[in-house]
C-alpha cells in the first residue's frame, strides 16, 4: 500500500514516514488498520521516549538498596526490617490541560495501579500541583514484578467495562496541542476513585497468592501496551480473544477494544490451577474478570475476534522497535549577569513576597484533601519535606518534589542539578538520608532545536547530581510537546526524592522550637540575585544566571547536616531556597510560632543578596545554647561555613533596623487566600 | 474489649482504626464484612471513615442497606456500644440509629485539619473518661459534616443532653471562627438517647499517638472500655 493513501492515516497515529517503513520492514508487509493504530500507541514519544532514551542512558539507576531500577510498572528501593518502598512520579499534561478535574483525578488513578500493581499498599501521594508521584511499601517477598515468564498462563483483564474513552491518548500526549485539542475531549478518560479502591484492596489480596505471576496497569494505549509489554518483558507472547472483552457499548471495533484507556482495570496473569482462587478474591470484592487470553511461546501479539486473526506483530518491533530520533539542539548564548537597584524597603519587600502566590501558605489548597489517613503522618504537608511512620517500624520515610522552572529556564543544566540538590537538602532537613529518586521531565516541543537542548542540558545536569550525591534513579517519567499553539511550557524538570529515618525519635522538625536557641545560617552565600523570587516580584526581566550548585559543598553541607542531627545537636532545620534567607527565616518563625531577633547584618556581599538571593547549599538550623561549640566543631570538621543570625522569642520579627513586623502581621501576609 | 470494625466496599480509616485499637490500646479487635449478619462475639462496633459505595447518591445512603446494619441496629438496640466515625456517622443517621442529618460543609470544599472539640457531657459511653467542658485537639477530614437537624429535633437533642461535641477554639469557647464546616450550634458529635451509640466527624483514631501529634482520641476509646468494665460490674 502507497504511504500516500495512508497519510491521513499516520497523521492519526502520529508516526511520519520513515516509522512506516522501520514497520513493514520488521513486519515483512504492510500493517492493518489495527496493527498500526498499536504500532502508533507503542510507538508514540509518551510509550517509546523515542526522543529522550538516548539520554535517559546517562542517568545513574544502580545502587546497593535498588530492588527495582526503570523499566517496571514503578522503581522499589530497600528499607530495611525486610521492607521497600516502591515510587515513581507521573506527568499528566496534556489530558489535563483539556479537562483539569478528569485529567487530575485519572493521573492519581494512573499512579495508584502503578504502586499496587508492585504489591505494595499506596501510602503516601505528593502533588507540585502539576505532577502527582507516589509511594508504597511493600515486603520484599511480596515485591512483584510484571512479567509474563510462562506459556500456558492465563490473562484476565479485572475491573471496569472497556469503553470508547481515551483511545489514542497516549499518541495525543506526543503531538502538540491547538485549538482544536478541544476536540479530543474524548480522548481524556473519567475516573472512578470507588471502583479504583476495590481494584486496589483485590490486587493486595491477589498478591498474597501463589499463582499469580503479574498484575499490570493499563494506562496509557490500554491493553496494547499492557499485553505486549507484560510478554515481551518475560520473552514470551500472548494472544488475546478480543471478543472476549466486556464492553461498555455495542459496536466497538477490536481497534477500539485495543486502544481504549477506560481507567480502573488491571492485567493478572495466573497459572491455570491459580485462576479458581483468583476470581475468589475478584468476587470478594464484587469486581468483573473476563478471560480473554493466555501466555504463549511465539514472541508474538496475536489478536482474534471471533477466532479470526486481526492482528499478528512480532513484539520485539512493537516494544523496542521504535528508530530513535534524534532531534537537532541548539544552545542559547550566555547572558549578562543583571545589574540590581540597592533595596530600599527591605521589610516592605519581605511582606510582599512572603505573600507572593509561589511563596504564601498552602494550606488552603493542603487542606482539602486528606493527608492524615493510615496514621503514619509524621510531618504532613507545608514543610521541606513530609515525613512517615513505616507501619509497625519505628523508621521514617521523606518524601519530596522540587523543581525550579526559572532556574532551569535560564540554565537547564544548572537549574536541574538544583532541582535535585534541594531536594536532597529538604530530605536531609528531616534527619533523613536521602536515597532514591524518581523524575519528571515536563518540556515543550522537541522538535525545536532549542527544546531539545534545554532537554539534554537538563538531563546532563540531572545524571551529573544524581551520580555526586549517590542517589540512584529508580523511575521517571518524560512529558513532551507540551506546547500549545506554538507557546511552550517553561521547562519543568520536578524530582521526587525518597529519604530513610533509622529511628523517628531523632526527626528534625522546620520550625523554631524553644525562646533562647541561636540561629545560624549553613554554607555560603554568594552575589547570586538572577531567577529570584526577589526579582520576579521587581518585575526584573529573566535573565542572567541562576544560582551556581557546587555538587562537593552540597555532598559536605548534607552529611554535616545528617552528623549534627544525628547526634541531636540542632533543634530545628530548614532549607533555604526560594526567596532567599529572610523567607527561611520568617517560615520557620512562623512554623514554630516564635519571634527572632537579628543583629544588623553585615557581609563581604550585597544586603539584597544577603536577604533575598537564593544561594544553593544553604539551610538554617536553631541549636540550645550550650550546644553552639559543638555545632561550631561539627561544621569546621566538614569544612561547611557556619553563620550567626540571631536568637529566637519574642513576638516580633526583627533584622537589624531594616526589618520589625508582627508574627501576627507577617502570618498575615503568609495567609493571603489564593 | 472486643471490638468489630465494620468494612464496607469503600471505607478508608478501618485498618487506623484497627492500629488504634490493638497496636496503641492492646485491645483485639477483628473487621467485620458488610454481608455479615452476626455480632454476637463483640462489646464495640466501629463504623470508620471511608466513602462506602463511592459516596453515590448520599454519603451512607447505600451502606445502611447493607446486611451488617440490619446486625448493627439489633445491636445497638440490645445496648451495644456503636461507634461511627465520619462516613461511620452518616450512615448511623441514614440507619436512624441517630438523629439529623450531615450536608455538604458550607464552604463547599473538603477540609482536613486538626480541630478543638469541647466535651458537653460525660454520661455517653465515649466520654465516660472525660469532664465537661474539656477540649480535646482531634482531626477531621471530611467534605460533608455541615451537621443540620430540623428545628424540634435539633431542640430534643439539646435538651436531652444529647450533643457530646461541639467545635471549639482552643480555650474551649464555642465560636464561629472555630467551626469548619457550618454545623448547626457547632455541633461535631452527637449520642443516642441511651448514650451506647455515638457518632461524630473528628477522627478520634488519628489523635492516639504523640508521634502523630495528639493523644486526645484515646479518651472516647477507654471510655468505652470503662463503659464496659460498669456493665459487667
Same mark, same amino acid.
Given at each position: 500500500?502507497?504511504?500516500?493513501?495512508?497519510?491521513?492515516?499516520?497523521?492519526?497515529?502520529?508516526?511520519?514516514?520513515?516509522?512506516?517503513?522501520?514497520?513493514?520492514?520488521?513486519?515483512?508487509?504492510d500493517?492493518?488498520?489495527?496493527?498500526?493504530?498499536m504500532?502508533?500507541?507503542?510507538?508514540?514519544?509518551?510509550?517509546?521516549?523515542?526522543?529522550?532514551?538516548?539520554?535517559?542512558?546517562?542517568?545513574?539507576?544502580?545502587?546497593?538498596?535498588?530492588?527495582?531500577?526503570?523499566?517496571?510498572?514503578?522503581?522499589?528501593?530497600?528499607?530495611?526490617?525486610?521492607?521497600?518502598?516502591?515510587?515513581?512520579?507521573?506527568?499528566?499534561?496534556?489530558p489535563?490541560?483539556?479537562?483539569?478535574?478528569?485529567?487530575?483525578?485519572?493521573?492519581?488513578?494512573g499512579?495508584?495501579? =502503578?504502586?499496587? #500493581?508492585? $504489591?505494595?499498599?499506596?501510602? &503516601?501521594?505528593?502533588? @507540585?500541583? %502539576?505532577?502527582?508521584p507516589?509511594?508504597? !511499601?511493600?515486603?520484599?517477598?511480596?515485591?512483584?514484578?510484571a512479567?509474563?515468564?510462562?506459556?500456558?498462563?492465563?490473562?484476565?483483564?479485572?475491573?471496569?467495562?472497556?469503553?470508547r474513552d481515551?483511545?489514542?491518548?497516549?499518541?495525543?500526549?506526543?503531538?502538540?496541542?491547538?485549538?482544536?485539542?478541544?476536540?479530543?475531549?474524548p480522548a481524556v478518560?473519567?475516573?472512578?476513585?470507588?471502583?479504583?479502591?476495590?481494584?486496589?484492596?483485590?490486587?493486595?489480596?491477589?498478591?498474597?497468592?501463589?499463582?499469580?505471576?503479574a498484575?499490570? =496497569?493499563?494506562? #496509557?494505549? $490500554?491493553?496494547?501496551?499492557? &499485553?505486549?509489554?507484560? @510478554?515481551h %518483558?518475560?520473552?514470551?507472547?500472548?494472544? !488475546?480473544?478480543?471478543?472476549?472483552?466486556s464492553?461498555?457499548?455495542?459496536g466497538?471495533?477490536?481497534?477500539?477494544?485495543?486502544?481504549?484507556?477506560?481507567?480502573?482495570?488491571?492485567l493478572?496473569?495466573?497459572?491455570?490451577?491459580?485462576?479458581?482462587?483468583?476470581?475468589?478474591?475478584?468476587?470478594?470484592?464484587?469486581?468483573?474478570?473476563?478471560?480473554?487470553?493466555?501466555?504463549?511461546?511465539?514472541?508474538?501479539?496475536?489478536?482474534?475476534?471471533?477466532?479470526?486473526?486481526?492482528?499478528?506483530?512480532p513484539?520485539?518491533?512493537?516494544? =523496542?522497535?521504535v528508530?530513535?530520533?534524534?532531534?537537532v539542539?541548539?544552545?542559547?548564548?550566555?547572558?549578562?549577569?543583571?545589574?540590581?537597584?540597592?533595596?530600599?524597603?527591605?521589610?516592605?519587600?519581605?511582606?510582599?513576597?512572603?505573600?507572593?502566590?509561589?511563596?504564601?501558605?498552602?494550606?488552603?489548597?493542603?487542606?482539602?484533601?486528606?493527608?492524615?489517613v493510615?496514621?503514619?503522618?509524621?510531618?504532613?504537608?507545608?514543610?521541606?519535606?513530609?515525613?512517615?511512620?513505616?507501619?509497625?517500624?519505628?523508621?521514617g520515610?521523606?518524601?519530596?518534589?522540587d523543581?525550579?522552572?526559572?532556574y532551569?529556564?535560564?540554565?537547564?543544566?544548572?537549574?536541574?542539578?538544583?532541582?535535585?540538590?534541594?531536594a536532597?537538602?529538604?530530605?536531609?532537613?528531616?534527619?533523613?538520608?536521602?536515597?532514591?529518586?524518581?523524575?519528571?521531565?515536563?518540556?515543550g516541543?522537541?522538535?525545536?532545536?532549542?527544546?531539545?537542548?534545554?532537554?539534554?542540558?537538563s538531563?546532563?545536569?540531572?545524571?551529573?547530581?544524581?551520580?555526586?550525591?549517590?542517589?540512584?534513579?529508580?523511575?521517571?517519567?518524560?512529558?513532551?510537546?507540551?506546547?500549545?499553539?506554538?507557546?511552550?511550557?517553561?521547562?519543568?524538570?520536578?524530582?521526587?526524592?525518597?529519604?530513610?529515618?533509622?529511628?523517628?525519635?531523632?526527626?528534625c522538625?522546620?520550625?523554631?522550637?524553644?525562646?533562647?536557641?541561636?540561629?545560624?545560617?549553613?554554607?555560603?552565600?554568594?552575589?547570586e540575585?538572577?531567577?529570584?523570587?526577589?526579582?520576579?516580584?521587581?518585575?526584573?526581566?529573566?535573565?542572567?544566571?541562576?544560582?551556581?550548585?557546587?555538587l562537593?559543598?552540597?555532598?559536605?553541607?548534607?552529611?554535616?547536616?545528617?552528623?549534627?542531627?544525628?547526634?541531636g545537636?540542632?533543634?530545628?532545620?530548614?532549607?533555604?531556597?526560594?526567596?532567599?534567607l529572610?523567607?527561611?527565616?520568617?517560615?520557620?518563625?512562623?512554623y514554630?510560632?516564635?519571634?527572632?531577633?537579628?543583629p544588623?547584618?553585615?557581609?563581604?556581599?550585597s544586603?539584597?543578596?544577603?536577604?533575598?538571593?537564593?544561594?544553593?547549599?544553604r539551610?538554617?538550623?536553631?541549636?540550645?545554647?550550650?550546644?553552639?561549640?559543638?555545632l561550631?566543631?561539627?561544621?569546621?570538621?566538614?569544612?561547611?561555613?557556619?553563620?550567626?543570625?540571631?536568637?529566637?522569642?519574642?513576638?516580633?520579627?526583627q533584622?537589624?533596623?531594616?526589618?520589625?513586623?508582627?508574627?501576627?502581621?507577617?502570618?498575615?501576609?503568609?495567609?493571603?487566600?489564593? | 474489649m472486643?471490638?468489630?470494625?465494620?468494612?464496607?466496599p469503600?471505607?478508608?480509616?478501618?485498618?487506623?482504626?484497627?492500629?488504634a485499637l490493638?497496636?496503641?490500646?492492646?485491645?483485639?479487635?477483628?473487621?467485620?464484612?458488610?454481608r455479615?449478619?452476626?455480632?454476637?462475639?463483640l462489646?464495640?462496633?466501629?463504623?470508620?471513615?471511608?466513602?462506602?459505595y463511592?459516596?453515590?447518591?448520599?454519603?451512607?445512603a447505600?451502606?445502611?442497606?447493607?446486611?451488617?446494619?440490619?446486625?448493627?441496629?439489633?445491636?445497638?438496640?440490645?445496648?451495644?456500644?456503636?461507634?461511627?466515625?465520619?462516613?461511620?456517622f452518616?450512615?448511623?443517621?441514614?440507619?436512624?440509629?441517630?438523629?439529623?442529618?450531615?450536608?455538604?460543609?458550607?464552604?463547599?470544599?473538603?477540609?482536613?485539619?486538626?480541630?478543638?472539640?469541647?466535651?458537653?457531657q460525660?454520661e455517653?459511653a465515649?466520654?465516660?473518661?472525660?469532664?465537661?467542658?474539656?477540649?480535646?485537639?482531634?482531626p477531621?477530614?471530611?467534605?460533608?459534616?455541615?451537621?443540620?437537624?430540623?428545628?424540634?429535633?435539633?431542640?430534643?437533642?439539646?435538651?436531652?443532653?444529647?450533643?457530646?461535641?461541639?467545635?471549639?477554639?482552643?480555650?474551649?469557647?464555642?465560636?464561629?471562627e472555630?467551626?469548619?464546616?457550618?454545623?448547626?450550634?457547632?455541633?461535631?458529635?452527637?449520642?443516642?438517647?441511651?448514650?451506647?451509640?455515638?457518632?461524630?466527624m473528628?477522627?478520634?483514631?488519628?489523635?492516639?499517638?504523640?508521634?502523630?501529634?495528639?493523644?486526645?482520641?484515646?479518651?472516647?476509646?477507654?471510655?468505652?472500655?470503662?463503659?464496659?468494665?460498669?456493665?459487667?460490674?
Amino acid at each position: 500500500m502507497a504511504i500516500a493513501v495512508r497519510r491521513a492515516q499516520l497523521q492519526e497515529v502520529a508516526l511520519n514516514e520513515d516509522e512506516y517503513r522501520a514497520i513493514v520492514r520488521a513486519i515483512g508487509r504492510d500493517p492493518n488498520d489495527l496493527e498500526l493504530g498499536m504500532f502508533g500507541a507503542l510507538w508514540s514519544e509518551h510509550c517509546s521516549y523515542k526522543t529522550a532514551k538516548a539520554l535517559l542512558r546517562q542517568l545513574p539507576t544502580e545502587g546497593p538498596d535498588v530492588l527495582q531500577g526503570p523499566g517496571e510498572n514503578a522503581g522499589a528501593v530497600d528499607i530495611g526490617n525486610g521492607l521497600a518502598v516502591v515510587f515513581k512520579i507521573e506527568s499528566h499534561n496534556h489530558p489535563s490541560a483539556i479537562e483539569p478535574y478528569q485529567g487530575a483525578a485519572t493521573g492519581v488513578g494512573g499512579i495508584l495501579r =502503578d504502586v499496587f #500493581a508492585m $504489591g505494595a499498599r499506596p501510602v &503516601a501521594i505528593l502533588d @507540585a500541583l %502539576r505532577f502527582g508521584p507516589l509511594d508504597g !511499601i511493600v515486603a520484599h517477598d511480596r515485591l512483584r514484578r510484571a512479567t509474563a515468564d510462562r506459556a500456558g498462563d492465563i490473562v484476565l483483564l479485572v475491573g471496569a467495562d472497556t469503553g470508547r474513552d481515551g483511545i489514542h491518548g497516549a499518541t495525543f500526549a506526543s503531538v502538540e496541542m491547538d485549538e482544536r485539542s478541544a476536540e479530543r475531549r474524548p480522548a481524556v478518560q473519567v475516573g472512578n476513585p470507588f471502583l479504583e479502591k476495590l481494584l486496589c484492596e483485590a490486587c493486595l489480596r491477589l498478591n498474597e497468592l501463589d499463582g499469580v505471576t503479574a498484575i499490570q =496497569d493499563l494506562g #496509557a494505549a $490500554g491493553l496494547t501496551s499492557a &499485553a505486549s509489554e507484560l @510478554a515481551h %518483558r518475560g520473552h514470551r507472547g500472548i494472544d !488475546i480473544d478480543v471478543d472476549r472483552i466486556s464492553r461498555r457499548e455495542q459496536g466497538m471495533t477490536p481497534y477500539e477494544a485495543m486502544l481504549s484507556e477506560s481507567q480502573e482495570r488491571m492485567l493478572i496473569l495466573v497459572r491455570p490451577e491459580a485462576e479458581a482462587a483468583a476470581r475468589q478474591v475478584f468476587d470478594h470484592f464484587e469486581l468483573h474478570a473476563d478471560r480473554i487470553g493466555v501466555v504463549t511461546g511465539t514472541g508474538r501479539i496475536r489478536i482474534r475476534d471471533h477466532g479470526v486473526s486481526v492482528a499478528d506483530i512480532p513484539l520485539k518491533a512493537l516494544v =523496542d522497535g521504535v528508530p530513535l530520533r534524534t532531534p537537532v539542539a541548539s544552545f542559547p548564548d550566555r547572558q549578562p549577569t543583571v545589574v540590581m537597584p540597592a533595596v530600599e524597603e527591605p521589610e516592605a519587600i519581605l511582606l510582599d513576597l512572603i505573600a507572593s502566590p509561589n511563596l504564601r501558605s498552602r494550606r488552603p489548597i493542603y487542606r482539602t484533601y486528606d493527608h492524615q489517613v493510615q496514621d503514619n503522618t509524621v510531618f504532613g504537608p507545608g514543610f521541606d519535606a513530609a515525613l512517615l511512620r513505616v507501619p509497625g517500624t519505628n523508621k521514617g520515610l521523606a518524601l519530596t518534589t522540587d523543581g525550579n522552572p526559572w532556574y532551569v529556564a535560564l540554565d537547564p543544566y544548572e537549574g536541574t542539578k538544583a532541582a535535585v540538590a534541594e531536594a536532597a537538602r529538604n530530605i536531609v532537613c528531616t534527619g533523613a538520608r536521602p536515597i532514591a529518586v524518581t523524575n519528571c521531565l515536563n518540556f515543550g516541543n522537541p522538535e525545536r532545536p532549542a527544546i531539545f537542548g534545554q532537554l539534554q542540558e537538563s538531563i546532563r545536569g540531572l545524571a551529573d547530581a544524581c551520580r555526586a550525591l549517590d542517589l540512584p534513579v529508580v523511575s521517571g517519567n518524560v512529558s513532551l510537546y507540551n506546547e500549545t499553539s506554538e507557546r511552550n511550557i517553561p521547562p519543568t524538570p520536578v524530582i521526587g526524592m525518597v529519604g530513610l529515618l533509622e529511628d523517628l525519635s531523632l526527626r528534625c522538625p522546620s520550625g523554631f522550637q524553644e525562646d533562647g536557641d541561636l540561629v545560624f545560617l549553613l554554607g555560603e552565600t554568594r552575589e547570586e540575585l538572577a531567577g529570584s523570587a526577589y526579582l520576579r516580584l521587581l518585575g526584573a526581566p529573566a535573565e542572567g544566571r541562576p544560582p551556581m550548585v557546587s555538587l562537593e559543598m552540597e555532598r559536605r553541607l548534607q552529611a554535616a547536616m545528617l552528623d549534627s542531627i544525628g547526634r541531636g545537636v540542632v533543634r530545628c532545620a530548614h532549607d533555604v531556597s526560594d526567596g532567599g534567607l529572610l523567607i527561611a527565616l520568617a517560615e520557620s518563625a512562623l512554623y514554630g510560632g516564635r519571634g527572632l531577633r537579628c543583629p544588623g547584618i553585615v557581609g563581604p556581599i550585597s544586603r539584597e543578596a544577603f536577604f533575598f538571593g537564593e544561594s544553593q547549599g544553604r539551610v538554617i538550623v536553631s541549636v540550645a545554647p550550650r550546644r553552639v561549640p559543638e555545632l561550631q566543631q561539627l561544621m569546621t570538621s566538614h569544612h561547611i561555613p557556619l553563620y550567626a543570625i540571631g536568637v529566637i522569642g519574642g513576638e516580633d520579627f526583627q533584622v537589624g533596623s531594616d526589618i520589625r513586623l508582627s508574627l501576627d502581621s507577617l502570618r498575615q501576609a503568609w495567609e493571603t487566600p489564593f | 474489649m472486643n471490638t468489630g470494625i465494620v468494612v464496607f466496599p469503600g471505607t478508608w480509616s478501618d485498618r487506623d482504626c484497627a492500629h488504634a485499637l490493638s497496636d496503641v490500646l492492646g485491645q483485639p479487635a477483628r473487621y467485620v464484612d458488610h454481608r455479615e449478619e452476626r455480632l454476637d462475639d463483640l462489646d464495640l462496633v466501629i463504623l470508620p471513615g471511608g466513602f462506602s459505595y463511592g459516596d453515590y447518591l448520599r454519603c451512607g445512603a447505600i451502606a445502611r442497606f447493607a446486611p451488617v446494619m440490619e446486625a448493627v441496629t439489633d445491636f445497638a438496640n440490645r445496648g451495644g456500644l456503636v461507634l461511627g466515625i465520619c462516613n461511620g456517622f452518616q450512615i448511623l443517621q441514614e440507619a436512624r440509629l441517630l438523629p439529623g442529618a450531615l450536608l455538604r460543609n458550607a464552604s463547599c470544599e473538603f477540609r482536613c485539619e486538626w480541630v478543638n472539640l469541647r466535651v458537653e457531657q460525660s454520661e455517653s459511653a465515649f466520654t465516660l473518661d472525660c469532664r465537661p467542658g474539656q477540649v480535646l485537639r482531634i482531626p477531621i477530614s471530611h467534605g460533608e459534616g455541615n451537621f443540620f437537624a430540623d428545628p424540634q429535633t435539633l431542640e430534643a437533642i439539646e435538651r436531652n443532653g444529647q450533643v457530646v461535641f461541639r467545635y471549639c477554639a482552643p480555650d474551649g469557647r464555642v465560636t464561629a471562627e472555630s467551626n469548619p464546616n457550618g454545623s448547626l450550634g457547632n455541633i461535631a458529635g452527637i449520642a443516642n438517647a441511651h448514650g451506647n451509640v455515638v457518632g461524630l466527624m473528628p477522627h478520634p483514631e488519628r489523635a492516639c499517638e504523640d508521634l502523630l501529634g495528639s493523644t486526645d482520641g484515646l479518651a472516647l476509646f477507654r471510655s468505652a472500655i470503662h463503659a464496659l468494665d460498669r456493665v459487667a460490674v
